[in-house]
């Protein structure tokens, strides 16, 4: 894990791939303007909201103890609007035995193509996600999750990825999706405070 980040970390230096930060650095940084604009959208979802759940809320995929659940990092490639993820799952993502949960591989999919329609269309939702699993992940392995932008039609965002072993030999898993952006009018300029965020390279 640590040399393919170091990998990636040099592709970094031209500027070509950038490290993205993680969701809750990003979350946290505009969380009530963004919550706001969730609950406006949704006005009768978010009434039904439980307030004092909702501060102990906290992003599905770093809610694990560290090593036990999801640990990844993000790279993204303006030019060529894509995201590669550098996945490795740990025990307690465990489906079959020896093998990950394929609810747990959906998630860092959904994670990856789900970030890379964020940052190219702002505040989006999932409605589509189509997954073929092609052969099972072995428990704590490292994969690469490589998503790319397809499409984009009005408010509409189709993304595709795949989900390879390391050495690109074993084909785990494609998917396609359909994001639809929430904020045609482009309230928040989640591209720039995702960009803005990210870590030094
Ligand atoms: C900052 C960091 C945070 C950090 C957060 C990190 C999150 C990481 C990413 C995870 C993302 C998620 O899991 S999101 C959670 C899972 N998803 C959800 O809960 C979404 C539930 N669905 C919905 O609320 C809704 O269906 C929406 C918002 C997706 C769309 O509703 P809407 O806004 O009213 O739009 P609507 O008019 O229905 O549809 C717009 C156009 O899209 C088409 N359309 C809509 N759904 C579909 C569909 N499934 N398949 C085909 N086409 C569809 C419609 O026909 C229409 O086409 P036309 O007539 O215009 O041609």
Excluded at 15 to 25: A, M, N, Q, R, V
Excluded at 29 to 55: G, V
Excluded at 132 to 157: A, Y
Aim: hydrophobic residues 40%; charged residues 20%; contains cysteine.
């Amino acid at each position: 894990m640590r040399l393919l980040f170091d990998q990636f970390m040099k592709k970094c230096e031209d500027g070509s791939w950038i490290h993205l930060p993680s969701y809750e650095d990003i979350a946290t940084q505009r969380s009530q303007d963004f919550s706001t604009f969730i609950h406006a959208y949704f006005p009768t979802a978010s009434e039904q909201i439980n307030k004092e759940k909702l501060s102990q809320g906290r992003i599905f995929t770093r809610s694990f103890e560290d090593g036990l659940g999801f640990e990844y990092v993000m790279f993204y490639n303006d030019a060529e609007k894509r995201i590669v993820c550098v996945f490795q799952g740990g025990p307690h993502l465990q489906g079959m035995p020896g093998f990950f949960h394929g609810g747990a591989i959906a998630t860092m999919i959904d994670a990856t193509v789900g970030m890379n329609a964020i940052v190219s269309g702002g505040i989006v939702m999932t409605a589509n996600l189509n997954i073929n699993f092609k052969r099972p992940i072995p428990l704590c392995s490292i994969v690469l999750i490589n998503s790319q932008l397809d499409k984009i039609e009005g408010r509409k965002l189709l993304v595709s990825c795949n989900v390879q072993s390391v050495d690109e030999k074993i084909l785990y898993t494609e998917a396609t999706s359909l994001f639809i952006k929430l904020n045609p009018e482009k309230e928040f300029h989640i591209k720039e405070l995702v960009l803005n965020s990210a870590p030094p390279a």
